[in-house]
Each structure stands twice: as structure tokens, then as C-alpha cells.
């Protein structure tokens, strides 16, 4: 693996990272506190070349690639985890849009998505009854004269009040699974979707989770994006690469959350000396550095094997597996590194375990990642016994 950045990829870490630090970290913690919805800073993501980093410069996009898309998210989460699940959701959406969509789909949403004109992009599939196993989803989508009629409910849509652009997943077919699922783009403002009350969460409280309803929500026939029925796949595709993504936003988290308990055991003393003296301190310090690397490596190997349009789909579930998993256990190390004072809102690590805990939820629960990494294992083996 080549660490050696190109420059257009340095360019485009350090632009990230600027601007989450000038910008995004002096007011993560009123967002927090306030349940402020980042608009302004997701329209500035897009005025940077932020919201379609592994999106082509034809499409609007930067044509960077997924490790820098990767190395920015990281940056962007590092400051405001709620800002990142926003623009991991938007890079996802321009993809899918880019992979599936036919020439006219993608020159009239990908450049609106990547600029920040849509604000942001949501990917519609969970619904209430329908999480681990998406494939069970209810919605439906029935043929009319010019195109389709959805109806139906989904769960946890991320920016789904916000967004310009929706990928909304339905069911076409009369068969039960996986079979039989389309996906469709509906623009915001289309009658007969419309989004409820968001969540309130434990974390990320700057970003918006809602439920959309579907009540006869009337779409065109170029509204479908890919093959009719082919939805599933489309879906799964996505999602391998937004895997990526959170892993990259777990490595971001965990890496404020390190640095903050490096400050904070330098400069706290007890028995007349600083905490970063005491050797348990420093033990957890090394085995959070450690971990949190091996993830960022895990992290750039899958983006790297996705960029060289290599299978990648094992590596994203384990990047995000460790990663997510990691973010929890360094978060946590840095709150007990911080002692009382860890545990009060004042403190950004407070803000940053409650941001890091839903990385092991979304996007495939560690579960399931587990699920997809076994299946790829066993099915390797079985390819390869005589
Ligand atoms: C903040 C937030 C934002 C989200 N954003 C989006 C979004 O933008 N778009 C979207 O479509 N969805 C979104 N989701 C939904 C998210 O992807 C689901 O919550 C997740 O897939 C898990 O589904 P579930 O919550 O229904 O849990 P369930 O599937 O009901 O799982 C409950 C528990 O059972 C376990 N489990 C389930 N099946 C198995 C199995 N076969 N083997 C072992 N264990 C199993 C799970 O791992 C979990 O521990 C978001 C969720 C949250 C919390």
C-alpha cells in the first residue's frame, strides 16, 4: 500500500481539515447542545468540493477518490461527528447516483448534491419493522400510466427533512426478499412525502434522523434509479462503500477523543505530578493510539481496493467493524483518562462517546458485519477445497 499521498489528495485532507478546525470545532458543542442542523456548513462542504469528493469533476464532483474522500471524513468528524453523517450520507447518494443512474438522472442531481444547492442527500431503505434485515422492507411501489406510486413508512432517514435529494428504496414486485426491490430518486417537495418528528438521540444531535411517510407519493418512470428489481443490489452496493465512510468517521471521533486525553494528561496533576506520568495512563494512551491506527489502516486499505475497482466489500465490513468498535473503546479510555471531569458536558469527550455509539448501529450493526465478513470467509474456503 502507497502512504505516499498524491498532492490533489493532500489538498483535499488539508482543506478538510481547515475547515474543520476554524470552522466546525468552535460551535460542535452549541450544534450539540442546541440540535442545530449544520446548513450553512454543508453548503460551505460543497463550496470546498467536500460533498462529492469520489465524484467525477464531469458530475460537479472533485475526482479525488475514496481515500481522500476517506482522509476528509475523518478530518470532518474529528471536529463534528454530526457534520460527517451528513456528508457521508451526500458522497453515498452522489455515488449511487453516479453508479446506477442514467445520463440524464445524473447530470440533473449529482451537480446539485456535490455543490451543497441540495443541502444534503438521504438514503431512504430502514423502516420500522425493517432494519438488519432491509430485504423485508413494505414499502411499495405501484405502477400508474407514467410511473410509480409509493406508499409506505421508513425509519431513521438521516437528513430526510433536509435533504434536496432522496434515494428512496420500495418494493415493485409481488415476490417476499430481496427480489422484486427497486430504487427510486425523489426530489424533496414531491407531494405526498413528507417527514416526521426528528429523533431525539443520545448523540449526534446536529444532524436530524426522521421517519418519512409515503402517502401516494407519485414519481415519474425516469424516477427509477437502476433496473427495475434490481434495487437490493443497488442498496448493498451503496452501503459497502458507505461503510468506508463510517469507519473513516469512527477513526475521526476516536482521534479527538486520543488527542484530548493527551492534553488532558499532560496538563492535569495529582500527587504532585501529571497524570501522564503514571504508567497506567500511559498504557491506556498507547493501546488507544495503536487501535485507533489499526483502524485508519483497515480504513484506507478498503477505500484504496475500492478505488482501484477491486472487491472490497469484506474489508468495508471490517474496517467498519474494528473501527466503530474501536471509536467506542478509545472514547471511552479518554473519558477515564479525564476522571470526573470526563463525565460532564463541559469536556468534549462526554460529546464524542455519545457521537461514536451509533457507529456500531448504522449502516449494518457490528452484527452484521460480523455476518457479512464470516459469509465472504466460508464461501473463500469453499471456492478453494478441492
Ligand atoms: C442515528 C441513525 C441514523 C440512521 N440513518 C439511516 C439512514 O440514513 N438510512 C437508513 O436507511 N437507515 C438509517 N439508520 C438505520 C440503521 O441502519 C438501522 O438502525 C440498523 O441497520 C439496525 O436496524 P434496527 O435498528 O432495525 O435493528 P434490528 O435489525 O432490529 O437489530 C436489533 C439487534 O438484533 C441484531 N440482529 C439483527 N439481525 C441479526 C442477525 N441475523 N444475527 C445477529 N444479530 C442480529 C442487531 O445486530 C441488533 O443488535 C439509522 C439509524 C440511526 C440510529
Not at 491506527?293 to 477491486?310: H, N, P, S, Y
Request: net charge negative; proline share 4%; glycine share 10%.
Amino acid at each position: 500500500m502507497d502512504f505516499d499521498l498524491s498532492s490533489e489528495q493532500q489538498l483535499v485532507v488539508e482543506t478538510a481539515r481547515a475547515y474543520a478546525r476554524e470552522h466546525l470545532l468552535p460551535r460542535a458543542r452549541e450544534r450539540d447542545e442546541k440540535e442545530i442542523f449544520p446548513e450553512e456548513e454543508l453548503r460551505a462542504l460543497g463550496r470546498l468540493g467536500l460533498l462529492g469528493v469520489n465524484v467525477p469533476e464531469s458530475l460537479g464532483g472533485s475526482g479525488a477518490g475514496v481515500v481522500a474522500y476517506a482522509l476528509a471524513l475523518s478530518e470532518i468528524a474529528a471536529a463534528d461527528a454530526s457534520v460527517s453523517v451528513a456528508m457521508a450520507v451526500t458522497n453515498m447518494v452522489a455515488e449511487v447516483i453516479c453508479a446506477y443512474g442514467t445520463e440524464a438522472q445524473k447530470r440533473r442531481y449529482v451537480p446539485q448534491l456535490c455543490s451543497g444547492e441540495a443541502v444534503a442527500g438521504a438514503f431512504a431503505l430502514s423502516e420500522p419493522q425493517a432494519g438488519s434485515d432491509a430485504a423485508s422492507l413494505r414499502t411499495v411501489a405501484e405502477r400508474t400510466p407514467n410511473g410509480f406510486r409509493l406508499c409506505g413508512t421508513k425509519q431513521w432517514i438521516t437528513s430526510g427533512d433536509r435533504a434536496g435529494v432522496l434515494v428512496v428504496w420500495a418494493r415493485t414486485g409481488a415476490s417476499v426478499g430481496a427480489r422484486g426491490i427497486s430504487a427510486f430518486i425523489v426530489p424533496a417537495g414531491t407531494p405526498g412525502l413528507s417527514a416526521g418528528r426528528p429523533e431525539d438521540k443520545m448523540g449526534l444531535r446536529g444532524s436530524t434522523t426522521v421517519p418519512l411517510v409515503l402517502d401516494g407519493c407519485e414519481v415519474p418512470d425516469d424516477a427509477l434509479l437502476g433496473a427495475e428489481g434490481e434495487g437490493f443490489r443497488v442498496a448493498m452496493t451503496a452501503l459497502d462503500g458507505g461503510r468506508i465512510g463510517i469507519g473513516a468517521q469512527a477513526v475521526g471521533v476516536a482521534t479527538a477523543a486520543l488527542e484530548a486525553a493527551l492534553a488532558y494528561a499532560r496538563q492535569r496533576r495529582q500527587f504532585g505530578r501529571p497524570i501522564a506520568e503514571f504508567q497506567a495512563i500511559q498504557n491506556q494512551l498507547a493501546d488507544a493510539a495503536t487501535q485507533r491506527e489499526a483502524a485508519r489502516l483497515l480504513v484506507l486499505r478498503a477505500a484504496l481496493r475500492k478505488e482501484q475497482g477491486l472487491p472490497f466489500s469484506r474489508e468495508a465490513a471490517m474496517a467498519k467493524l474494528y473501527a466503530s468498535e474501536m471509536a467506542g473503546r478509545v472514547c471511552d479510555m479518554a473519558i477515564q483518562v479525564h476522571g470526573g471531569y470526563g463525565y460532564v458536558r463541559e469536556f468534549t469527550v462526554e460529546r464524542l462517546a455519545r457521537d461514536a455509539r451509533v457507529q456500531r448501529i448504522y449502516e449494518g450493526t457490528s452484527e452484521v458485519q460480523r455476518l457479512v465478513i464470516a459469509r465472504s470467509l466460508l464461501k473463500e474456503f469453499e471456492d478453494h477445497v478441492p
